[in-house]
């Protein structure tokens, strides 16, 4: 990535800033909703001047090219990630969920534990939206 890639990502953040600027910080019941971009935005303006620190000082190791099996790996969450959107207003929340957790889960335990921990994780996650913070979730025609 090197020192264009991080003055890239600190224009990028600092724009954020700017934006969440824009938006009140606090609330009557709370976190506004400019607290969170406008925290996340700030760490990753203080992670691009760390960066561009490393690559100037050429320790960064944006030179190593990953291997063949993490191209293969990165390949794969990109195409995990994208089709869990396209799944997720087609299928539901819970399918897409247990689907995409499923996915990854499977490489590091048996089936069993992997199906079981996707459906509770994605179902407490399901209710946990939808009942205790009043968001709706995208439901297939089963309404699950």
Not at 36 to 45: A, H, V, Y
Not at 108 to 127: D, H, K, N, R
Request: charged content about 10%; proline content about 6%; glycine content about 10%.
């Amino acid at each position: 990535m090197g020192i264009s890639g991080g003055i890239f990502s600190l224009v990028v953040s600092l724009v954020f800033f700017v934006y969440a600027l824009e938006y009140p910080y606090s609330s009557e019941l709370g976190p506004g909703p400019g607290m969170f971009p406008l925290w996340l935005s700030g760490i990753l303006i203080l992670l691009s001047l760390m960066y561009l620190y490393s690559a100037y000082k050429g320790t960064d190791s944006s030179e190593k090219a990953p291997d063949k099996q993490s191209q293969k790996e990165m390949l794969f969450i990109l195409v995990s990630m994208g089709l869990y959107v396209l799944l997720l207003p087609i299928i539901g929340f819970n399918l897409s969920s247990i689907l995409f957790l499923f996915a990854f889960l499977r490489k590091g335990y048996p089936w069993y534990t992997s199906l079981g921990i996707s459906i509770v994780a994605s179902v407490v996650l399901f209710f946990l939206f939808t009942e205790a913070f009043a968001s709706p979730l995208p439901v297939n025609s089963f309404g699950f």
